[in-house]
């Protein structure tokens, strides 16, 4: 809807300009000056004014230089003017609009993450009960998570490409509408192959709101206020699936509510998010918006020679091979390879605590399904706690570009939140096995997850800060490469999960994660250090200063 609003807008303006070239002799732009027929056309109306022999030579200029010009650059080669941004204070930029109108959008976009990513532990704490209801086992009941997962691990290939095809709101608007459905589905279902299938679904159309909405933020703002925005966009990617369960428990808890009002819950704040989104959700993707003044001016003009970059992209067929054949590229850079696996370990914890927290929590403490929901808030609040750094974090990068607005940051200055945070992933993972005994308070185990939580989002944070500015226009197809591999292995870790807990224990489950987290705590140093070297070998970096 507000995207359609702004395609109308830039219709107007480009026929304000079309009418203001014909009515106004004052006014002689790029457009008139570059059209020889047009400046004939001028010479012989009298209504409109004769053109001084000054004005003719600039004309004339114009013609032979390819300078940019109000509307565009002219192209020597093939006669085409490519429109383009008059500069990097442009309007048209969307990381030029207001400050109110861009929080306005990554607040909607916000809640369309927060709903989506809330799917994938819509249900997890009413395991027992769905199994039970399904007459299948916990473990086969736990595909309704992995599902979810390997859905939008799938996704994740196609979503980049569609984003730069069609732009970035009708592939959150398209994706979410039928996100929907299949919620519903999940909700009315009666058999579990019923259930699985549409969780795939959930997840396969969650994809595109989950996959691209780092690219989304780099749409419209640049490097420096990159650090007080990611924050948020980690908190809305990591904070549903633990405040998901606290809300599961209470509903379990209710003598009056069945484990399907977790579905119809998910379906209501979904509904709610698209409908704000639908009607106040710009497009933010330059090359597409270009293309739509590129498609007014040439309506209005009569002039066929407006073209934009965005028109000249390969096709979608051709957008999904090279996304496939990148990602296959990306997984072996060493950059994301560091990256990638400590947000696939964490996001294997993440999901992995879902089953966990009933032997961790419910069965060591002999808890109510609602207290035992609430111990999901332990997370929450950790990851929350990371927010309170933002305004330091901001004025740190603000100082460390001396004030400059525009000013790029050294990839590797992004670093520092994961290189303070990554000790304390193996201390909070052997805190919380081993400290996991009835005779010791629930509040030590409650006390390491919190700490988890301000690790999860310190190591989210950073990784795609130091990606997007790294990788510039190669960011999404990186990020979703990224996407896709932490979604399928946590998927896969899920259906391990309860075995792991019931064959090994707590203590030995958490000791051997934790040994997996302290192998990769240097990871953050080494690439501060040596970052810088493997960034002028990548053949993908755009920034390799």
């Known amino acids: 809807m507000w995207s359609y609003v702004q395609y109308r807008n830039i219709g107007a303006s480009a026929s304000s300009r079309a009418r ?44 032979e230089s390819p300078e940019q010009t ?3 650059t002219p192209d020597p080669d093939t006669g085409h003017i490519v429109v383009e941004t008059t500069g990097d204070d442009d309007d048209f930029d969307p990381r030029n609009w207001p400050l109110t109108s861009r929080a306005k959008n990554i607040i909607i976009l916000g809640l369309l993450i927060f709903t989506q990513a809330w799917a994938g532990a819509a249900d997890s704490i009413a395991n027992t ?63 579990a192959v019923g259930m699985y299938i549409c ?7 969650a994809s595109a709101t989950l996959g691209i909405n780092g690219a989304s933020v780099k749409d419209q703002f640049r490097p420096v206020k990159t650090s007080f925005v990611f924050p948020f966009i980690a908190w809305v990617n990591v904070a549903p699936p633990v405040i998901a369960p606290i809300i599961g428990g209470w509903i379990l808890s209710n003598p009056n509510l069945n484990w399907r009002w977790m579905e119809w819950v998910l379906l209501i704040i979904s509904a709610a998010a698209f409908l704000l989104a639908l009607v106040f959700l710009p497009e933010t993707y ?66 992995t605590f879902l089953s966990g927290f009933e032997y961790i929590f419910k069965n060591t403490y002999n808890l109510s399904d609602g207290m035992y929901g609430s111990c999901f808030a332990s997370l929450a609040v950790g990851a929350t706690t990371f927010m309170l750094t933002v305004p330091w974090l901001y004025n740190w990068t603000r100082n460390r570009t001396q004030h400059v607005h525009g000013a790029p940051v050294t990839p590797e200055f992004c670093l520092w939140p994961a290189i303070y945070a990554a000790p304390f992933l193996p201390i909070s993972l052997f805190w919380l ?55 399928l292995i946590a998927g896969g870790m899920v259906m391990a999960a309860r075995p ?15 040994c997996i987290s302290a192998l990769l705590t240097p990871g953050p140093f080494l690439l501060h250090k040596y970052g810088y070297d493997l960034r002028k070998r990548s053949q993908f970096v755009m920034n390799k200063d």
């Open 20 to 63: 203001n070239r014909g009515g106004n002799r004052n006014v002689y732009n790029s457009d008139r000056s570059l059209n020889p027929s047009r400046l004939e056309e001028s010479r012989n109306t009298p209504d409109k004014g004769q053109i001084s022999n000054d004005d003719e030579a600039e004309a004339g200029r114009a013609l």
């Open 500 to 514: 792991m807990f019931e064959g090994i224990g707590v203590h030995w489950t958490l000791t051997f994660l934790g």
């Open 199 to 205: 969780r795939y679904f959930v997840g396969l159309f």
């Open 286 to 351: 330059l090359p597409l918006l270009l293309d739509w003044k590129a498609k007014h001016l040439r309506k209005s003009t009569g002039d066929d020679r407006y073209v934009s970059k965005h028109a000249e992209k390969p096709s979608l067929l051709k957008g999904f091979k090279s996304n496939i054949t990148l990602s296959r590229h990306f997984l072996i850079e060493p950059v994301i390879a560091v990256l990638g696996a400590y947000l696939v370990l964490l996001y294997i914890l993440l999901f």
């Open 433 to 487: 096995g081993w400290t996991n005994d009835p005779n010791i308070s629930i509040w030590s185990g409650l006390a390491a997850c919190f700490v988890f939580g301000n690790v999860l989002i310190a190591m989210y944070v950073s990784s795609y800060e130091y990606i997007i500015d790294s990788y510039g226009d190669h960011a999404a197809v990186a990020l979703a490469s990224i996407t896709m591999m932490r979604y």
């Open 70 to 72: 109000p509307n565009g």
């Open 129 to 191: 009960k769905a199994s039970q209801e399904f007459h299948v086992g916990k473990v086969t009941q736990n595909l309704s998570t992995a599902l979810y997962l390997f859905g939008i691990g799938s996704g994740c290939l196609f979503v980049g490409p569609l984003s730069e095809t069609l732009g970035r709101n009708p592939t959150y608007l398209i994706s979410t509408f039928f996100y929907l459905f299949f919620v519903l589905g999940t909700a009315l279902t009666k058999n």
